[in-house]
């Protein structure tokens, strides 16, 4: 079974890149409660691809905006979202956000759209920010603070706002460079 998802998974990417008007927009391939699922937009290129097993989404959950670009990369297992997830932004990551039991749990990074820059970066506990958080601009260090149950308590380090080489932070890809 797992072989033959394999197979599945990499035509379906595969054709997903020419529009054909015999595709269907959503595919399903079922062995009980076991299925893979494709979804497509209305030009033919994949939109959305996933496992579930046991009527549960299980392993990779792919999701492509309409011009084929990675949207986001998630785990699952049993249903639940599970260990790192992502999301992409003109084929750039701009977060990686650890889960355990379907809530942020752990360490996660925000980057700037089409930088590579980590823009905050700090840790999850139960689906709220909790402890240091890092904040940064231009790659430099601008703040440091300390939540606790997705508030802040206390600003432990506040960087020189007048610094004018971190105040303008690019935005977009034209203006730093690619992720590449």
């Known amino acids: ?10 035509l379906g990417l ?4 020419k529009y054909d ?5 959503e595919l399903r391939i079922s062995n009980n409660l076991d299925s893979l699922y494709l979804k497509r937009y209305t030009n033919g290129m994949v939109k959305e691809i996933c496992q579930v097993i046991n009527g549960k989404l299980d392993g990779k959950f792919f999701s492509f905006f309409e011009d084929g670009s990675k949207m ?3 785990n699952f297992e049993k249903g ?12 750039c990551k701009i977060s990686e956000i650890y889960f355990e039991n379907g809530k942020e ?16 970066e700090g840790a999850y506990l139960y689906g709220k920010r ?16 300390i939540y606790k149950l997705d508030s802040i308590v206390k600003v432990q380090f506040q960087g ?13 890809e034209e203006d730093c460079g690619s992720c590449n």
């Open 72 to 74: 986001k990369e998630y």
């Open 1 to 10: 079974m797992n072989k033959l998802i394999l197979i599945l998974l990499s």
């Open 80 to 91: 639940i979202q599970s260990g790192l997830q992502y999301a992409f932004f003109r084929g």
């Open 160 to 172: 020189d706002t007048n610094d004018e080489s971190i105040s303008e932070q690019p935005e977009l």
């Open 130 to 145: 909790e402890g240091l958080w890092y904040d940064y601009r231009n790659k430099r260090l601008t703040s440091i603070s």
């Open 14 to 17: 595969f054709f997903s890149c």
């Open 105 to 120: 749990n752990g360490w996660a990074r925000f980057f700037h759209p089409g930088c590579d820059h980590v823009r905050d």
């Open 21 to 25: 008007s015999q595709i269907k927009p």
